[in-house]
C-alpha cells in the first residue's frame, strides 16, 4: 500500500468532514423555515454523481483500504442534501461549515431564460457580476410564485415606487 492512499484519504476525509457540516446547517436552516421553495444546480448535481460513480470506483478496485473509502462514500450519498439552494420569503439560505445565515431578498433580483443545459433561472446577487443559475425546481409553482411576490426581476425597476 502506498503512502498517497493514506495522504488521499486523509485529504478527502476533511473533505467530507466540511461537506457533513455544510449539510447539517444547511438542514437546521431549512427546518427554521416553513415557507421554502428548493432549487438546484443541474451541473453541481452531475459533477456531484461523477464524484460518487469514482469513490465507487475506488471502492471496487483498491483491494487493501475498502473500509475508510465505503464509509466516506456512504457520507458523501447522505450529503447530497449540501447542493440545494433554499430560498424564502425573507431571503436566501445560505450554509457554511460554521453556521447558516439567511441572506436577505432585497440583495437578490431573478430572472428566467436558457443557457446551454435548457431552461434556467439566475438569482442575482447586487454587487457580483456573475448570477447563481439554477435548473432542478424551478418549474414548480410555489418558486414562480414566491419569486413573483418576494423578490424583483433583474433589471426592472418598478416606476410607481421612485
Excluded at 421554502?36 to 487493501?64: E, R
Excluded at 475498502?66 to 462514500?73: A, D, S
Aim: hydrophobic residues 50%; charged residues 20%; positive net charge.
Amino acid at each position: 500500500m502506498s503512502i498517497w492512499w493514506y495522504f488521499a484519504t486523509i485529504i478527502l476525509s476533511i473533505g467530507v468532514l466540511f461537506m457533513v457540516l455544510n449539510t447539517v446547517n444547511l438542514l437546521r436552516g431549512m427546518f427554521k423555515f416553513k415557507d421554502k421553495v428548493i432549487v438546484m444546480n443541474l451541473p453541481a448535481l452531475l459533477l456531484y454523481i461523477v464524484a460518487i460513480a469514482v469513490g465507487i470506483a475506488l471502492v471496487i478496485f483498491n483491494k487493501g483500504f475498502r473500509v475508510p473509502w465505503i464509509l466516506m462514500e456512504v457520507i458523501l450519498l447522505l450529503s447530497i442534501f449540501s447542493l440545494c439552494v433554499p430560498i424564502t420569503p425573507q431571503g436566501v439560505v445560505n450554509e457554511g461549515p460554521f453556521g447558516c445565515k439567511l441572506l436577505p431578498r432585497e440583495e437578490y433580483s431573478y430572472e428566467f431564460g436558457k443557457d446551454k443545459m435548457g431552461e434556467c433561472m439566475k438569482l442575482y446577487r447586487k454587487g457580483v457580476e456573475k448570477p447563481a443559475v439554477f435548473h432542478l425546481g424551478i418549474k414548480n409553482m410555489k418558486t414562480v410564485k414566491m419569486l413573483a411576490d418576494w423578490y424583483g426581476k433583474h433589471g426592472y425597476e418598478n416606476p410607481l415606487t421612485k
